[in-house]
Structure formats: C-alpha cells, structure tokens
C-alpha cells in the first residue's frame, strides 16, 4: 500500500465554454464538480478558463483566442508543467486533438475523467466489465485521432489515469472493440446468476459490522470517511486514496468492529453513456449492513439529488438495506439562526435524520455513537465462567465481545460480556469442552 504523501502534485487546467443555454449558478456548479472529479484523481487545478460562445468551437472547442491564451499560460506564465487541460464537456476526437497539438499539452474531457475514476473504483467483475464497455464505446470513434498522435512526433502521454489502457485500444479496430463489446455484455449476464450466489454468501457474513457511504459529488463524503476512521495520512493524497480501495474500520475501534467504505459518488453532470457503468461501482452498498447517505445540506439541489439517489439504490437492488440519512455541512448554511432554522425544517420533514458537520468533532463523535449503537441493537449481555485450566480461550474473548466486568476467583474467571447471540453460544460450549 502506499502511503507516500509527499507525492509530487500533478498540476492541470481547467477549461469550459458556457453556452447560451446554461445560467451561470448551473455553469459553476459544473465546472466545481469537474475540479472535485480532478482532484480524485490526484490533479491540482491551478488556473480555470472560461469563454462565453454561442457554440462550441468545431475546430477546437474554444475559440482561437482562448486557444492561445491557454498556450501562453501553459509555456510562460503557470511556473510548473502542466500536464492536462480538462474539459468541462464531451468534445469531438478533432477538437481534443487541435487542442493538444496547439497547446502541447493532453486533454481529458468530461467523460474521459469520469471514466478514469470509475476504472479505478470499480471492484466487482461485473462492475470492471461495465466500465470496460464504456471505456470502449469512448474510445472507438477517437481511434483514428489518436493514431496519428502515436507518430514519431507524437506526444509521449502521461500514466495518469491509466492512459496506459487506452493506447493498447488504438491497435484494435473497430470491428474488434464491438467484438469486445458483444463478449463482455454476454459476460455480464452470465455474472447475473453469480451475484445471486454472492447475495446468498453476503447474508452468511451479515455478522461483520460494515457501513458504505453513498450521495453525491462534494456531500463531503470523504471528509466523514476520514473523521470517522482517524486515517487523514492516507485520504491526504486523494490519488492513492481512490486507487486502494477506500475501506477503514471505526476509530477508536468499537464492538463489533465497524468497516466504513467510501463510494464514488454521484455525478450532477454525468454523461449519458457513463450511467450503466456508475451504477456497478455502487457494487459496494449492497455490501453494507448500513448505507449512510450524505447530503450536502447547504446545497440549493439537494432534494432533487436526494430523490435521484433513492431511485437509483432501488434500482440496484440497495433499497433493503437500513439507511441513515445525513445533512452535512449544516455549518455552511447562513449564521447561527439560519442554520437552526434549517436543522428544524430538515428534523421535522425527515425524522430519524442526522444534522451535523464533518468539521464538528462532537458531532462526529456522536455519528459514531450512532452508528455503534445500530450494530449493538442485536447485541445481549451474558455471564460466563472460564476455569483457569482454559485460560488460552481469553484472546477468544476479548476478540469477539466486549469485557464489560473481569472478576477472578480460585476456581477461574468470571466474565460479563456483550456479544451477539451465536458469538456468546460458540463460546460457552467452547468453555464447557475445555473445562
Ligand atoms: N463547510 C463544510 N465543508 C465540508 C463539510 N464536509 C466536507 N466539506 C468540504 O466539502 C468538500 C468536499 O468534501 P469531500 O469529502 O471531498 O466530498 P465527497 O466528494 O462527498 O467525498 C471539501 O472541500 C470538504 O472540505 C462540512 O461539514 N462543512
Ligand atoms: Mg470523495
């Protein structure tokens, strides 16, 4: 695992046109989420170009004098390389090729970054398949653009975010990337009936404690993740933080012990190829015995977003799962009035809801209770006796339950535990064989 945090950063631009069509609340909403979507994989934006147009360039995206001035900024003035432009849309092969040649540096548009992140997150076969069909459907039309970048003159691209899978692409043609296509989709059906034999196998381990967190883009996700779990060193570089997979157990540890794992998150702007492919990286919340959906109170949308996330866990089948829902953020809504103002609107239109911030350690701390609390409720306290002739069984002990009392006497130890059920039972004829 790496846990070097002193990576080098990897600098890039950001750039969009805003048409006509889009007011400007919506057009920064989007170009913020593209930089959120950067940083995830391990980019810092240093600079943001924005033009006004009534279309979208057909030779470049943006006109001819945008074009240049992020030349001159890339060469002169960003003191440090840059190594992508990043487009706030899906652009044409052409244009992503104009635009590198004129500005020397790679493009990644909307869709390409999404893609990268999905790649990276995607952990099931399936969802790894999902994400391979999308990838290729990206990838075929830009074939030919790309050949002829591979020349001699060609750009040696940058390994970051897995560019590397794409080049070996440019060698197939068409007719072999449908081919791939038609064999991974005939794949995924045939991994429909192995998720039913994992469903089966998830219930047998509905005894480890574990939590997935779901919700959009910015909820503040991640940042929970790290308050709840203490791990800040590794989440630090968000590039090594989304290539392992993103699972801590609770902070201090509790019993039962928590598992928290992070989701990808969903996207305002997601393009329309990509949805198929999102929705396997949930993978993870059918995992979970608890989902815990973060919203971000103090954003305008969030009830739509709420009602986009209830209807797509349906969808995967994670509606079953007991849920907690979490305003986040409540900090950033207007002053101490506002916010209590709002915190009362939310209780009483959600009951059972949390309102809190991830920057508030107390109310962190009583998530965490929460949370605790959800996998104590089939937890029972039990007394047992364990002689002194079976005293190799204590680690068995303090590992499954929680030691509420310790009293010893000549004959051996009393203890008073809380466990779950079947833990306590295993343990109990454990002892009598021992004894
Ligand atoms: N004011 C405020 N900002 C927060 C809170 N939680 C997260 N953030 C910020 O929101 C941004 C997105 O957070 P992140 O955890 O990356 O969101 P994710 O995309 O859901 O994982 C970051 O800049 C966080 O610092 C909060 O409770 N209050
Ligand atoms: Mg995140």
């Avoid at 991974?184 to 219930?203: C, F, G, P, S």
């Avoid at 393009?271 to 109170?297: C, M, N, Q, R, Y």
């Avoid at 029972?380 to 068995?396: I, K, Y």
């Amino acid at each position: 695992m790496q846990t070097d945090v002193k990576e080098k950063p990897i600098y890039a631009v950001a750039a969009a046109v805003q048409l006509p069509s889009v007011n400007d609340i919506e057009f920064e909403a989007s170009l913020s989420e593209l930089r959120e979507l950067a940083k995830t994989l391990g980019f810092t934006v240093i600079r943001t170009f924005i033009q006004k147009r009534s279309g979208f360039d057909t030779t470049g995206y943006l006109g001819v004098g945008k074009r240049q001035e992020i030349e001159h900024f890339v060469n002169n003035e960003a003191g440090c390389e840059i190594e992508a432009i990043l487009v706030d849309h899906e652009i044409s092969p052409s244009q992503a090729r104009n635009l590198e040649k004129e500005t020397g540096c790679s493009v990644m548009d909307r869709t390409m970054v999404i893609l990268e992140i999905f790649h990276n997150n995607a952990r099931s076969r399936a969802a790894k398949a999902q994400v391979e069909i999308a990838r290729l459907g990206y990838m075929a039309p830009r074939l030919r653009e790309m050949a002829k970048l591979a020349g001699p003159q060609g750009r040696q691209r940058s390994g970051v975010g897995g560019r590397g899978a794409g080049e070996s692409h440019t060698e197939l043609d068409r007719r072999k990337i449908r081919d791939r296509i038609a064999e991974l989709q005939l794949e995924i059906v045939a991994m429909e009936a192995e998720r039913k034999t994992q469903r089966a196998r998830r219930q047998e381990r509905q005894g480890l404690a574990s939590v997935a967190l779901v919700g959009y883009t910015n909820a503040g996700k991640s940042t929970l993740m790290r308050a709840l779990t203490g791990s800040e060193v590794l989440v630090a570089n968000k590039l090594f933080a989304t290539l392992d997979t993103t699972v801590r157990t609770l902070h201090p540890e509790s019993v039962p012990r928590v598992l928290v794992s992070d989701t990808v998150g969903f996207i305002k702007n997601l393009p329309h190829g990509l949805v198929a492919s999102f929705k396997s990286t949930l993978d993870e919340a059918l995992d979970a015995s608890l989902l815990l959906h973060v919203i971000d109170a103090s954003d305008p949308g969030f009830e739509r977003q709420l009602e986009v996330t209830d209807e797509v866990l349906k969808e995967i089948g994670a509606d079953v799962v007991p849920r907690l829902c979490i305003f986040n953020k409540i900090d950033h809504v207007g002053d101490a009035a506002e916010q209590a103002e709002c915190e009362a609107a939310l209780r009483a239109q959600y009951p059972d809801c949390v309102v809190m911030s991830a920057r508030r350690p107390e109310e962190v701390a009583k998530l965490r209770q929460k949370i605790i609390a959800f996998f104590q409720q089939g937890l029972v306290e039990s007394e047992l006796f364990l002689p002194w002739s079976a005293q190799q069984l204590r680690r068995e002990i303090y590992a499954n339950c929680e030691v509420l009392e310790e009293r010893a006497d000549e004959d051996g130890a009393f203890f008073r535990l809380r466990g779950e059920p079947g833990v306590l039972e295993g343990l109990r004829e454990q002892f009598a064989k021992a004894g």
